[in-house]
Nanobody, 117 residues
Framework: QEQVVESGGGLVEAGGSLRLSCVAS????????MAWSRQAPGKEREFVTR????????NYADDVKGRFTISKDNAKNTVFLDMKSLKPEDTAIYYC??????????WGQGTQVTVSS
């Protein structure tokens, strides 16, 4: 069964840092890219960042550029999201996704990130 599982969410003070992790399975899954999206309370889900699995190229939403960094470990089918200088407006459920070479994008269940002011 193809799936992605996030971990690492939690409560952090404004200005703090947090690292999220996400593992895609099965290990044999051929991945085109992995990405993070988020949904804040009462708002639409929005794109945060994406990384190309082969080239490693990345792109970011404007409001996280310079504060968030996406990276990957191909051998472990794992993607990381390092978040620093967190703001209360970063509070959201963060979703990891994996786009297989063939097939639809796979979504995780999400992990809660709460930034206190």
């Amino acid at each position: 069964q193809e799936q992605v599982v996030e971990s690492g969410g939690g409560l952090v003070e404004a200005g703090g840092s947090l690292r999220l992790s996400c593992v895609a399975s099965p290990r044999s899954l051929s991945i085109a890219d992995m990405a993070w999206s988020r949904q804040a309370p009462g708002k639409e889900r929005e794109f945060v960042t994406r990384i190309n699995w082969i080239s490693g190229s990345t792109n970011y939403a404007d409001d996280v550029k310079g504060r968030f960094t996406i990276s990957k470990d191909n051998a472990k089918n794992t993607v990381f999201l390092d978040m620093k200088s967190l703001k209360p407006e970063d509070t959201a459920i963060y979703y990891c996704t994996a786009k297989p070479l063939f097939g639809r994008r796979i979504w995780g269940q999400g992990t809660q990130v709460t930034v206190s002011s």
